[in-house]
Nanobody, 132 residues
Framework: HVQLVESGGGGVQVQPGGSLRLSCGSS????????IAWFRQRPGKEREAVAS???????????EYASSVEGRFTISRVSANNMMYLQMDSVKPEDTGMYYC?????????????????????WGQGTQVTVS
């Protein structure tokens, strides 16, 4: 079993154009869950993928981004401390929502790139991001 714990959002309110970094701690390393991702659920909308990263080796990763955040958000994972991050820059009001980190143990890099929510085995509890 893998436990994921997010932090960095919560009661923080960010102004449009500002930056915020979300963190996610995992109880297992990249070898157990080579694919990790961030999803979000905006008010009145379904959960959607934001970004994913797949570990090919401990230092060689492949990232994928939703078109709505590409160029503004950066996903990263530090294998040394089992932490995952989502750096959010140039945020917009439409980035407001509950953000979840997720991990999957099976599937390869192309499955990870697809970021299908039903394929992820483990989920964090979510952290609220408010941009206004």
């Amino acid at each position: 079993h893998v436990q994921l714990v997010e932090s960095g959002g919560g009661g923080v309110q960010v102004q449009p154009g500002g930056s915020l970094r979300l963190s996610c701690g995992s109880s297992r390393d990249y070898r157990a869950t080579p694919c990790i991702a961030w999803f979000r659920q905006r008010p009145g909308k379904e959960r959607e993928a934001v970004a994913s990263v797949y570990h090919i080796t401990d230092t060689w990763t492949m990232a994928e981004y939703a078109s709505s955040v590409e160029g503004r958000f950066t996903i990263s994972r530090v294998s040394a401390n089992n932490m995952m991050y989502l750096q959010m820059d140039s945020v917009k009001p439409e980035d407001t929502g509950m953000y979840y980190c997720a991990a999957r143990a099976s599937g390869g890099q192309w499955t990870c790139k697809a970021m299908e929510p039903t394929g992820f085995d483990y989920w964090g509890q979510g952290t609220q991001v408010t941009v206004s």
